[in-house]
């Protein structure tokens, strides 16, 4: 009792600004660089922000395909209406935070709300935010 677990977990705790996140974003997006410092391998980079899953795997989480997994980041693999373009990568969170990098465009995104996800779908607003900056790149 009273004894702290042997590994803090990953899933909660975490707090940041807007302005680190965007740094966290800029610094996928430049391949793990910083200013003119290396704060992650190349190789790291790709492997964090490349789909990992065989196709079988991506079609049992999303049947539509649209979707896979890096490592810690999800991954488009099709782009669907005005979303995300293929390659863009990223991370949605039901408590209300969305980030994606679109590395074609060199485009960090980041959305904060203070509004908890009602269902697996991102609100409209997270949604019209990604059509928008990828829109504003693509037209």
């Known amino acids: 009792m009273g004894q702290s677990p042997l590994f803090s977990s990953g899933a909660d705790g975490l707090v940041s600004t807007a302005d680190d996140f965007l740094t966290f974003a800029r610094v996928l997006l430049a391949g793990g660089v910083h200013g003119r ?29 649209t979707l896979g997994w890096g490592f810690g980041v999800g991954v488009q693999l099709r782009q669907v209406g005005r979303g995300r373009p293929v390659g863009a990568y990223g991370w949605d969170g039901g408590l209300g935070t969305c980030w994606s990098n679109d590395p074609g465009h060199g485009l ?26 990828c829109g504003v790149v693509t037209s």
Not at 37 to 65: C, F, H, K
């Open 108 to 133: 960090a995104m980041v959305l904060l709300t203070n509004q908890m996800w009602t269902s697996p779908t991102p609100p409209a607003v997270a949604q019209e935010f990604v059509e928008l900056a």
């Open 37 to 65: 410092r290396r704060l992650l391998s190349e190789a790291l980079v790709t492997a964090m922000t490349t789909n990992q899953l065989a196709l079988e795997q991506v079609s049992g989480i999303d049947p539509n395909g």
